[in-house]
């Protein structure tokens, strides 16, 4: 049987992994924060709660995984977003960010590579973010460590596969129809052109070849622009993310209700 | 009135990581080229080298959040220019790694940046200032050290958003040196050899740092050996 990890597995896209996975008679380890998403997964899931931002409950899930046996697929999922003006968000709100986003998947690795917790012949799946390709602005702290998060999986990726037998990927996925997604975008509307999370998370599980996976042709195309052409990527972002975001900030009623 | 060539007026820098390496370095080429410099390091006053240049020094541990805070409020009034330059970083492979000092590292090398700019922001945009932000050419990914690496993508990709939102108002640059001889290596764990001799010397980055922030276009620059090279003819002749 296929045992997976899937770091914020309780909502969004690390939600439809672990129905991915079950689907496929993968046996499911889930790590959130969430204490009552954890409740309502399905029968025979493994929860683990912690909150990734702090320091103690992440050594504590780390030492409840390294008891665990080892895992075929980990897919470090979990992450958070602040949006808007980068001096208008709360300075605090954006280290937290850093500390879920970034420091707490590059400790868990650590973590299990050192404890031998990663099955040879695993897969060792990061979330990046579309982002890498075309950038963020309104979001310049979540962008920066997204492409942290994928420039760790690039380190590895050689080294891991070599000595391991270990395969790292990173999926960089567009908007999607998430709570998460939703919430940070400028045109909450927009549902209809977005990802179903549950595509992008039949892609990962399809998807044992490759480093890099771009679920979607819209998604794909818009890392292709950006590889070529970064700086056009960027003022497009700008025009569509940043500038309707801080026209939103400027209208204090939308601002109080968030 | 008298006409000044723009790089010859006289500016206030803030410099972080003063106290060492490529930080101490830029200060010394500030200082002769005539501007104001405020430092940071973390070691105190007293155990700075013996000829360092006079300037408004003061330790401040930059992981530290509310140290930063109180640094920025007494010490800053104006300011056209910060040069973030503290950072560390250690050679360690992933099996080398200690998954408790990951924090530390990403602590120094990006969250404390993010502070820095958040608190520096309102003081720039003020003056119309830039911002300076070094990293690394090991942003692009490094097996020797990838927690490291990952702290530089990181504050590349947050540079290149940032520079996008501040357009208009304050210019943003990440500056990116190839490998420097500061000693940098040799705490990071790795031994001075013959390699450590083809380093980049610091007083050229220093420059290349110092002019790169000041670049029309681009928020990013690499700071190589081929940089390094094709300017040496333009050092002679100034
Ligand atoms: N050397 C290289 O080959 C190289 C290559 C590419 C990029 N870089 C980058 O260039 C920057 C400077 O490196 P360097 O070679 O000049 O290194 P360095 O000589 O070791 O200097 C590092 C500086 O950062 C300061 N610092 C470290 N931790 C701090 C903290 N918690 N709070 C406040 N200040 C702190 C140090 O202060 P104290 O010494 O007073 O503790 C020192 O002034 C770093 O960001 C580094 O990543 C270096």
């Not at chain 2, 602590?107 to 309102?122: D, P």
């Not at chain 2, 050996?225 to 333009?234: D, I």
Request: a positive charge; proline letters at 5%; charged letters at 20%.
């Amino acid at each position: 049987m296929t045992r997976v990890l899937i770091t914020g597995g309780a909502k969004g896209l690390g939600r439809a992994c672990v129905r991915t996975a079950l689907k496929n008679g993968g046996h499911v380890t889930v790590l959130d924060a969430d204490a009552s998403g954890l409740t309502q997964l399905p029968d025979g899931v493994s929860a683990i709660h912690a909150d990734l931002a702090d320091a103690a409950e992440l050594r504590s899930a780390i030492n409840r995984l390294s008891a665990s046996e080892p895992f075929d697929i980990v897919i470090m999922n979990a992450g958070i977003n602040a949006t808007g003006p980068f001096e208008t968000l709360p300075v605090e709100r954006q280290a937290k960010l850093i500390a879920v986003n970034l420091t707490a998947p590059m400790a868990l690795t650590t973590a299990l590579i050192q404890a031998d917790k990663i099955a040879r012949d695993g897969r060792l799946v990061f979330v990046g973010s579309l982002s890498h390709f075309v950038s963020y602005p309104g979001a310049s702290t979540y962008a920066g460590t997204k492409d942290g998060l994928t420039v760790f999986a690039r380190s590895l990726r050689r080294h891991l596969r070599r000595s391991l037998g270990i395969r790292v990927q990173v999926v960089a996925p567009g908007p999607m129809d998430t709570d998460h997604a939703t919430e940070h975008s400028p045109t909450p509307d927009d549902r209809g052109t977005r990802m179903h999370p549950s595509v992008v998370a039949d892609t990962i599980w399809r998807s044992w070849s490759g480093f890099l996976i771009v679920p979607g042709m819209a998604a794909s195309g818009a890392s292709i622009l950006g590889r070529l052409l970064p700086g056009m990527a960027g003022r497009i972002m700008r025009r569509v993310i940043f500038e309707k975001l801080q026209a939103r900030t400027s209208e204090p009623s939308n601002l109080s209700s968030r | 009135m008298k006409w000044q060539a723009p790089h010859r007026r006289s500016r206030i820098y803030l410099v972080t990581g003063a106290s060492s390496g490529i930080g101490l370095a830029v200060v010394k080429q500030l200082c002769a080229q005539g501007h104001r410099v405020i430092g940071t390091g973390r070691r105190s006053g007293t155990s700075l080298p013996v000829d360092y240049p006079d300037i408004d020094y003061r330790a401040v541990d930059l992981t530290e959040a509310a140290a930063i805070e109180r640094f920025i409020d007494d010490e800053i009034d104006g300011l056209d220019r910060a040069i973030l330059c503290a950072g560390a970083g250690f050679y360690r492979t992933i099996e080398e790694e200690r998954a408790g000092e990951v924090e530390h590292i990403v602590s120094i090398n990006f969250t404390a940046q993010i502070r820095l700019a958040h608190a520096l922001y309102g003081k720039l945009a003020a003056r119309k200032g830039r911002l300076g932000l070094v990293g690394s050419v090991a942003h692009k990914g490094a097996a020797a050290m990838p927690v490291y690496a990952a702290t530089k993508a990181a504050l590349d990709g947050f540079g290149r958003a940032l520079a996008l939102e501040w357009r208009d108002r304050v210019a943003v640059r990440v500056l990116h040196p190839g490998p420097t001889r500061t000693g940098m290596a040799e705490q990071a764990g790795r031994p001075a050899d013959w390699l450590t001799k083809l380093m980049l010397p610091p007083h050229a980055v220093a420059d290349m740092v110092i002019d790169g922030l000041e670049a029309d276009r681009g928020y990013r620059r690499t700071i190589s050996y081929g940089r390094y090279l094709t300017r040496l003819p333009l050092r002679a002749a100034r």
